[in-house]
């Protein structure tokens, strides 16, 4: 393997001590994000694309990896991805259930980093504005430039960016410093611009037009990757599942069955599969069926959906999707959240229920149990279960060594390495 496919970009892992895990809020997004999107079809180079095998690419092509921090319980997974000639570094949420790339400019009220055009060499101003609106009264907006964006160690030249000049609180106090859509142009809004994915197929930076992720668990490390041009077919536990798309907005497939250990509950539905979504989200008969299983969870008007926090409910068989005709699982592990604040011997539920969607969202509550390809050009979804890695305790010698280097000498000041 040459110098250039060992490329490997890899971050620390880092915690946000004053993070708060808000399992409400996440649904409010969540839902308002995907409530009766308004497709604008545009026809272009991604009609053109040729058929190619995402098996070979994953063999083939050069490895353009983006290491994911994870935060508080899995709520968020963050990049840092460089923008600007002089590589300004923002932590960007990767969403696969948004299709624009934006962070704050320098004007902008945050306490989080902001873009400096004027350092930057390769900036280009673009005309236009762009505004994004929530239902959750959560809404960012600006004007549009162009630049250099490095994702990876993959470098797009040109992409259009969305530099917001306002923003609201929630944005503001977020861990993140923007977001980086992989959905399909057509929910753009930023009418007229190729989104990130797009401008690394028609500019050649990647062998096969897909990209995949896997997201780690908090109890099991953490972190998390995506690849550009090919997947870890290492991360894949047996063969790809290849769902195709049923409407080209987000990444929504077909679910043809849903079950709770083996019992059939006769629900179908459309599926969205949403990087950019903390929690598994569906209207609410749908939630109900899934929680009659689980012996003392209930629906409560201020907190959601809870369930017990016990060794019983914690051994339940979880529930599956069945897609593509296979049935793709989700563990009690990943449903059982952060405690629920006065309710003690509860914990939030990884299930929400909403019934402003008509479809439902497969957050990453889904997706940290399965391995998944996105594949623009032949307009499907792979899934596969995924392979996590086995968690390596330190040594004895290491956790002495990480010790004295956080414990402060008498009368010196603490330094962290």
């Given at each position: 393997?040459?110098?250039?496919?060992?490329?490997?970009?890899?971050?620390?892992?880092?915690?946000?001590?004053?993070?708060?895990?808000?399992?409400?809020?996440?649904?409010?997004?969540?839902?308002a994000k995907h409530e009766e999107p308004?497709?604008?079809?545009?026809?272009?180079?991604?009609?053109?694309?040729?058929?190619?095998?995402?098996?070979?690419?994953?063999?083939?092509?050069?490895?353009?990896?983006?290491?994911?921090?994870?935060?508080?319980?899995?709520?968020?997974?963050?990049?840092?991805?460089?923008?600007?000639?002089?590589?300004?570094?923002?932590?960007?949420?990767?969403?696969?259930?948004?299709?624009?790339?934006?962070?704050?400019?320098?004007?902008?009220?945050?306490?989080?980093?902001?873009?400096?055009?004027?350092?930057?060499?390769?900036?280009?101003?673009?005309?236009?504005?762009?505004?994004?609106?929530?239902?959750?009264?959560?809404?960012?907006?600006?004007?549009?430039?162009?630049?250099?964006?490095?994702?990876?160690?993959?470098?797009?030249?040109?992409?259009?960016?969305?530099?917001?000049?306002?923003?609201?609180?929630?944005?503001?106090?977020?861990?993140?410093?923007?977001?980086?859509?992989?959905?399909?142009?057509?929910?753009?809004?930023?009418?007229?611009?190729?989104?990130?994915?797009?401008?690394?197929?028609?500019q050649n930076l990647i062998q096969s037009?897909?990209?995949?992720?896997?997201?780690?668990?908090?109890?099991?490390?953490?972190?998390?990757?995506?690849?550009?041009?090919?997947?870890?077919?290492?991360?894949?536990?047996?063969?790809?599942?290849?769902?195709?798309?049923?409407?080209?907005?987000?990444?929504?497939?077909?679910?043809?069955?849903?079950?709770?250990?083996?019992?059939?509950?006769?629900?179908?539905?459309?599926?969205?599969?949403?990087?950019?979504?903390?929690?598994?989200?569906?209207?609410?008969?749908?939630?109900?069926?899934?929680?009659?299983?689980?012996?003392?969870?209930?629906?409560?008007?201020?907190?959601?959906?809870?369930?017990?926090?016990?060794?019983?409910?914690?051994?339940?068989?979880?529930?599956?999707?069945?897609?593509?005709?296979?049935?793709?699982?989700?563990?009690?592990?990943?449903?059982?959240?952060?405690?629920?604040?006065?309710?003690?011997?509860?914990?939030?539920?990884?299930?929400?229920?909403?019934?402003?969607?008509?479809?439902?969202?497969?957050?990453?509550?889904?997706?940290?149990?399965?391995?998944?390809?996105?594949?623009?050009?032949?307009?499907?979804?792979?899934?596969?279960?995924?392979?996590?890695?086995?968690?390596?305790?330190?040594?004895?010698?290491?956790?002495?060594?990480?010790?004295?280097?956080?414990?402060?000498?008498?009368?010196?000041?603490?330094?962290?390495?």
């Amino acid at each position: 393997m040459s110098e250039e496919q060992e490329k490997v970009l890899s971050f620390q892992l880092t915690s946000n001590p004053n993070f708060t895990v808000r399992t409400p809020e996440s649904v409010k997004h969540a839902t308002a994000k995907h409530e009766e999107p308004k497709p604008k079809p545009k026809k272009g180079f991604l009609s053109r694309l040729k058929e190619l095998d995402p098996k070979t690419a994953a063999a083939n092509t050069p490895l353009y990896y983006e290491a994911l921090t994870d935060v508080a319980r899995d709520v968020q997974y963050f990049a840092e991805v460089e923008i600007g000639s002089n590589m300004q570094k923002f932590r960007l949420d990767l969403d696969t259930g948004s299709s624009d790339l934006w962070v704050a400019d320098i004007t902008c009220k945050t306490r989080r980093r902001r873009f400096i055009k004027a350092n930057s060499t390769s900036f280009k101003p673009v005309k236009g504005k762009f505004q994004i609106s929530y239902g959750d009264g959560s809404a960012v907006r600006g004007f549009l430039g162009q630049d250099r964006v490095n994702i990876g160690g993959l470098v797009i030249e040109d992409q259009v960016i969305g530099l917001a000049t306002a923003q609201s609180m929630s944005f503001s106090n977020d861990v993140i410093d923007g977001i980086l859509g992989l959905g399909f142009n057509s929910i753009s809004c930023m009418p007229g611009t190729l989104t990130p994915i797009d401008n690394m197929i028609k500019q050649n930076l990647i062998q096969s037009p897909i990209f995949s992720v896997w997201l780690g668990r908090s109890t099991d490390g953490g972190g998390g990757e995506y690849r550009f041009g090919s997947y870890d077919a290492e991360r894949v536990d047996g063969e790809l599942t290849w769902c195709p798309v049923t409407v080209k907005r987000y990444w929504q497939i077909k679910c043809d069955g849903l079950f709770f250990g083996d019992v059939d509950l006769q629900l179908t539905s459309d599926v969205i599969v949403d990087t950019g979504t903390t929690l598994v989200i569906v209207p609410t008969d749908v939630a109900k069926a899934i929680h009659n299983h689980i012996p003392g969870s209930y629906y409560d008007e201020n907190n959601g959906w809870i369930v017990p926090n016990t060794p019983e409910v914690a051994n339940l068989p979880g529930f599956q999707l069945l897609l593509g005709g296979t049935k793709f699982e989700v563990i009690m592990k990943d449903l059982m959240r952060e405690e629920v604040e006065g309710k003690e011997g509860f914990v939030y539920s990884g299930i929400a229920s909403s019934d402003r969607i008509t479809t439902w969202i497969l957050g990453d509550v889904f997706i940290k149990q399965n391995y998944c390809v996105f594949d623009l050009g032949q307009e499907r979804v792979g899934i596969a279960k995924c392979k996590h890695p086995v968690r390596v305790q330190p040594s004895i010698l290491e956790q002495m060594k990480v010790a004295a280097v956080a414990t402060p000498s008498k009368g010196g000041k603490c330094t962290i390495m």
